[in-house]
């Protein structure tokens, strides 16, 4: 199954460092509705997260749950 044409809105291919649970991560790509990034922390589906960008001070991008684990 292709997940990209399902998708609504346009995905964003780039790298931005993030700060994830206390561990560091980074995009891979996004949207206005998400985020598909690798961390460095196990995470589980469901699990809350807040996301903060690394290299922009005070830029805390938001918080969502985690909907696919790889």
Do not use: H, W
């Amino acid at each position: 199954m292709n997940f990209r044409r399902q998708r609504k809105e346009m995905r964003y291919q780039d790298e931005i460092p993030l700060e994830v649970k206390q561990g560091m991560g980074c995009t891979r790509n996004f949207s206005t509705s998400g985020l598909y990034f690798v961390t460095d922390q196990g995470l589980t589906i469901g699990e809350q997260l807040e996301v903060i960008c690394s290299n922009i001070p005070d830029r805390d991008l938001g918080t969502g749950s985690a909907t696919r684990v790889k």
